[in-house]
């Protein structure tokens, strides 16, 4: 057999790739590790997986998922112009990526974030300029995000933050989207649990990108599903940068019953964030600091400290948090709001070790 060489690019061979959040096989875990919701999706969904007619399957599908980015223009009180559909947010990260990032055009992202940003990056072999947020004020973004940033083409700003949870105040935002020469990407992923959003900026600056995710506060992880709202000149220029047909047949139209049950979503919601509210106080209970979270997970130091030691302590325990390891994020977990079931499991073993 001919020898392996490898034909990659430098930059592949050397890049670690996105490390998931583990999706385990075992069902009798208490799984708070990647901020999936705990309840199910709307029926409206479900009922209308029972009424796809399968054979149509042998047709592609919309590749502008048409009716889809109808209802997203609708409910977000915009034109049909200015959003685009992806398969799942990560899918809109890429195409932001390949159209605003390149050897010549950083990016610019807070420390810690989302991991996926530099991996997208790396892919793009696009420097990356990471602005770290202000842990002894829980996370605050540094007064001088502006003068950091200059000379990236592209900001990432993830609101509310993960795995942080803390938000930032929007008219901080709205000074970053005025005075910023770049693109803008507001990462809202967890914005359905927070106070307020940044949607409202698509109108008024033609840099800014807002995008959400199905996976979280709508509780449709498994279907991936996202989409971007901004200016319909940015919307034009990521349709010639997606995969031809991102959106299958059957995510359009589930994410689209998905998305016009807001009576439901807002039930959910109410519940999370109650949910939230409780497991707070457990966690103060256990002498945890926590940073004040607006999404549907809290990221929290032990009492001493040790992330890593809480972790596999749960973890034998048959609960999963998500831990980051680092010399900031060591020191804490990343836990998933769950049910009130899983939230008593969880605390229950941390009373244990904490005891
Ligand atoms: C979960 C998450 C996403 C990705 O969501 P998908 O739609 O599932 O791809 C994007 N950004 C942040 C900050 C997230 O936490």
Do not use: W
């Amino acid at each position: 057999m001919k020898e392996y060489k490898s034909y990659f690019r430098s930059v592949v061979d050397a890049m670690a790739g996105y490390a998931p959040g583990e999706q385990p096989k075992m069902l009798d875990l208490v799984k708070l590790n990647t901020n999936e919701n705990p309840f199910p999706p709307s029926p409206a969904v479900l009922g209308a997986l029972e009424t796809f007619d399968g054979a149509m399957l042998r047709r592609y599908p919309d590749p502008m998922a048409d009716s889809l980015c109808a209802a997203i223009a609708e409910v977000n009180n915009v034109s049909r112009n200015m959003v685009i559909a992806g398969n799942g947010s990560d899918d809109i990260l890429t195409m932001t990526f390949r159209a605003f990032t390149a050897p010549d055009k950083p990016v610019a992202i807070m420390e810690p974030t989302y991991s996926l940003y530099p991996v997208l990056a790396s892919m793009q072999e696009a420097p990356v300029i990471k602005i770290a947020l202000q842990e002894d004020k829980n996370f605050a973004m540094p007064c001088d995000v502006l003068e950091q940033a200059a000379g990236a083409n592209l900001l990432i700003i993830t609101r509310p933050n993960a795995p942080t949870g803390n938000t930032f105040p929007k008219e901080d935002i709205r000074k970053i989207a005025s005075e910023f020469d770049g693109i803008v990407f507001i990462d809202e992923a967890y914005a359905d649990f927070a106070e307020d959003n940044c949607m409202d900026l698509v109108h008024d600056f033609a840099n800014v990108i807002v995008s959400r995710t199905s996976s979280k506060s709508l509780a449709l992880a498994g279907l991936r599903f996202g989409y971007a709202v901004a200016n319909p000149v940015i919307i034009e220029g990521l349709n010639k940068l997606k995969d031809s047909y991102n959106m299958d047949m059957i995510t359009q139209k589930l994410a689209e019953a998905a998305i016009r049950d807001q009576e439901y979503l807002q039930t959910t919601l109410a519940k999370v964030k109650a949910l939230r509210a409780d497991l707070a106080v457990e966690l103060e209970k256990l002498n945890f600091k926590l940073i004040p979270s607006q999404a549907n997970f809290i990221f929290a130091a032990p009492p001493d400290n040790d992330g890593a030691k809480a972790f596999k302590f749960l973890r034998e325990h048959a609960v999963i948090v998500r831990y980051f390891p680092g010399e900031v994020t060591g020191k804490y977990l990343r836990i998933t709001v769950g049910t009130a079931v899983q939230n008593k499991r969880l605390t229950d073993v941390l009373k244990e070790l904490y005891k």
